[in-house]
Nanobody, 114 residues
Framework: QVQLAESGGGLVQAGGSLRLSCAASGSFSSIVMAWYRQAPGKQRELVAQISRGDSINYGDSVKGRFTISRDNAKNMMYLQMSSLKPEDTAVYYC?????????WGQGTQVTVSS
């Protein structure tokens, strides 16, 4: 059974940085791994994704500030977030698409104070 666990969220001042981690367990062949976020009262939105072939895409609002990466040997994915803004405040979710299905983590809260 595939499970995802996020960590690294917290409270940070505007302009600061945070690094989120996603640990994937179980047996799977990844097609896409991604970070999504959901702010109160808003729809869940794509933050960044990295494909099986290492193609990377970012949401427009985070381009130039966030960096997605992964370590296939450790089944880990990361999101380095810099120049954080109060509008980045949200619950951040790890997402995995495999040939067997899609999976979500429980989410980690990121709060950016002004």
């Amino acid at each position: 059974q595939v499970q995802l666990a996020e960590s690294g969220g917290g409270l940070v001042q505007a302009g600061g940085s945070l690094r989120l981690s996603c640990a994937a367990s179980g047996s799977f062949s990844s097609i896409v791994m991604a970070w999504y976020r959901q702010a109160p009262g808003k729809q869940r939105e794509l933050v960044a994704q990295i494909s099986r072939g290492d193609s990377i895409n970012y949401g427009d609002s985070v381009k130039g500030r966030f960096t997605i990466s992964r370590d296939n040997a450790k089944n880990m994915m990361y999101l380095q977030m810099s120049s954080l803004k109060p509008e980045d405040t949200a619950v951040y979710y790890c997402f995995l698409r495999t040939f067997q299905g899609t999976y979500w983590g429980q989410g980690t809260q990121v709060t950016v104070s002004s």
